[in-house]
Every structure is written in structure tokens, then in C-alpha cells.
């Protein structure tokens, strides 16, 4: 800042300006996106350690944009959530991704990512009925991750539409376990099927030891409520010997696979058969 004539500041910010412009820009373009079909769906598998294969695969949101190259989910899909957007993306989402799964091996899940506005809109349930639908994708096979954030404020609403896709068929996975606030609370609130230990409790288990004692303790608290648990982010084979002497049921990572394109779903299958 600097004083002018008359013995006032005025603020130059020229940062926040540049920022806040290429906000804009951002969402002009995520809008543009949206009519263009930009968007593309990747799939990480998820390794059922106890049947030593591939239980299924999560939907990873991917914008591949013309200039700004690929621009990671964590940067759009917030704002995506502000400028009202997420819910036709996530409608987009859960087609694309049943209408995928559905050309699978039948024991193959699908995980779908859905965010607290998505499930707050009341034609959520018909949302995910329609993709059901036009997918013929049997309910069973279609898990939605959330996470605690969908269940804050521990709305009667959010609730029921849970219980209600619960009846269906469909399994409810509590996403990033561990990284949110009284998540012990949420898991009286509703019945999930998994339980997803966040990546930075896995990546931590070898060196530090509170990170081990927290996924022991996530591990034993599936075990006795009889809830899958899930370890995020598995990089090494250390890490994949520590999560597997806790007892968790299922691994996903880098040291499995990345996220790849629906094309090289095939190949990633074969690749982690027996080993
Ligand atoms: P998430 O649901 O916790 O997904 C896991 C993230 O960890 C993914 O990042 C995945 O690529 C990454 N990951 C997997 N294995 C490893 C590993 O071994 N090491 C490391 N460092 N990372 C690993 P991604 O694809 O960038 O997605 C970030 C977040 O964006 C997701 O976190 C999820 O919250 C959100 N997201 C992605 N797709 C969707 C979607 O379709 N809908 C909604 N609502 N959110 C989505
Ligand atoms: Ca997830
Ligand atoms: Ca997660
Ligand atoms: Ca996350």
C-alpha cells in the first residue's frame, strides 16, 4: 500500500487480484467443461488382501484441460461444490462410472465418490436410481465413499437417504477415517459397510508410532463392529506388511496401482493376478 494526494492509504493487492481472477477464469472454464464433456474418469483397484485379488475399483474424477493440463481433483472439485456444479458433475460421475463397471467382471465393485451437496439434493436417491438403471449395473456392486462431512450436523435427512440406498443393495463407506472431527459419533449415526483409513495414518505407520497405534485401533474397531477397513495410500511393501499384520482387510496405492484410464483396466487386472 501506498498514501495518495489526499493522505489516505489505497491498498494495491496485486496477489489477491491475480488469484481471484484466475478464479474466475477457473470456473468459466470448469462451466465450459461441464457442456463439453471434458471430464474422464479414472479407476484405482482396491485389493482384497484376505482373497489375495482385486475386489473392485474407485472412480477418480480427472479434468484434462486444454491448456492448463491435467488439473487435480482437490483444485476443481471445491469449487465445482461453491458455484453449484457438483451436483450435475457428480450425476455425470455416477453414470459414467456404473455404465463402466457394468462391462466388468461381475465380482467387481465400483467405488463412487459423492460430496455432501450431492447428497443433500433431493433427487439423489433418483440420481443414483437412474444410473442403476440405465447401467443395469446390479446395486450390490455399487459402493458410495463419503465422508464425515455429509454427516455433520448429523442430519435426520442425510440419514435416511443412506438408510434408504442401504436397503437397496448399495454399501456406504466412511472415506478418510481418522482425519475428521468425533468420528467415533458418525458411526452410531449410520451402519457403513468400510471404513477407508486416510492415507496419512498409513503413510506414518512405519516411522511414527501414534500413526501404527491408529490404525490398530481403526482396524480393531472394524473388526469388532464387523466393518471392512481399507488402507489408503499403500506406497511401499513395508507399509502393505504393516496394514496386513494390523489385520486390515483391503489395500489401495501406488504400490498396487495408480489410477489408470477405463482402457487399461483390463491389463491392471491381469497384472495383480495372484501376486
Ligand atoms: P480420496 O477419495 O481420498 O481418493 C484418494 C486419493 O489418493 C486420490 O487422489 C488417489 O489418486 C490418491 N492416491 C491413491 N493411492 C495413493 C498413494 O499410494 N499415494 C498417494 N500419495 N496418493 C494416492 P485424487 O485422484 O487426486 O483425488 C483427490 C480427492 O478428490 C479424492 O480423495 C476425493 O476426495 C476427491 N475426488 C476424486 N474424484 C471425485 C469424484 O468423482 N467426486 C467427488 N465428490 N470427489 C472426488
Ligand atoms: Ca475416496
Ligand atoms: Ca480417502
Ligand atoms: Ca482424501
Known amino acids: 500500500s501506498k498514501m495518495d494526494g489526499r493522505g489516505t492509504w ?25 457442456d463439453k464433456d471434458e471430464f474422464d474418469l479414472f479407476y484405482q483397484p482396491i485389493y482384497d488382501l484376505q482373497m489375495d485379488r482385486i475386489s ?23 469449487i465445482a461444490e461453491d458455484i453449484g456444479l457438483i451436483t450435475l458433475l457428480g450425476e455425470w460421475v455416477l453414470n459414467r462410472a456404473c455404465e463402466q463397471a457394468a462391462s466388468w467382471p461381475s465380482e467387481l465393485k465400483i467405488a ?9 439434493d433431493p433427487r439423489f436417491a433418483e440420481v443414483i436410481a437412474n444410473a442403476l438403471d440405465a447401467s443395469k449395473l446390479d446395486p450390490q456392486r455399487l ?13 435426520a435427512e442425510t440419514i435416511a437417504t443412506l438408510h434408504k440406498l442401504k436397503a437397496h443393495g448399495l454399501r456406504i463407506a466412511l472415506d478418510d477415517f481418522g482425519t475428521g472431527y468425533s468420528s467415533l459419533s458418525y458411526l452410531r449415526s449410520f451402519p457403513f459397510d468400510k471404513l477407508k483409513i486416510d492415507q496419512s495414518f498409513v503413510r506414518d505407520a512405519i516411522a511414527t508410532k501414534g500413526s501404527k497405534l491408529i490404525v490398530r485401533a481403526i482396524t480393531g474397531l472394524g473388526k469388532s463392529l464387523g466393518i ?16 496386513q499384520a494390523e489385520g486390515c482387510n483391503e489395500a ?24
Not at 14 to 29: G, I, T
Not at 112 to 120: G, K
Not at 252 to 275: D, H, K, M, W, Y
Open 112 to 120: 463412487v465418490n459423492v460430496s455432501a451437496t450431492q447428497i443433500r
Open 10 to 34: 489505497r491498498f494495491f493487492e496485486p496477489a489477491m487480484d491475480a488469484s481471484l481472477q484466475s478464479r474466475r477464469a477457473l470456473e468459466l472454464d470448469l462451466r465450459e467443461a461441464m
Open 56 to 78: 473392485g475399483f474407485e472412480a477418480l474424477l480427472r479434468w484434462p484441460h486444454p491448456k492448463r493440463g491435467l488439473v487435480p481433483p482437490d483444485q476443481f472439485i471445491p
Open 228 to 243: 471392512t477397513t481399507t488402507a489408503e495410500g499403500v506406497e511401499t511393501i513395508e507399509q502393505l506388511n504393516q496394514i
Open 143 to 155: 459402493e458410495l465413499e463419503i465422508t464425515e462431512s455429509v454427516l455433520l450436523g448429523n442430519s
Open 252 to 275: 489401495q496405492g501406488f504400490l498396487f496401482s495408480r489410477p489408470v484410464p477405463a482402457t487399461e483396466i483390463a491389463p491392471t487386472i491381469l497384472s495383480l493376478r495372484n501376486g
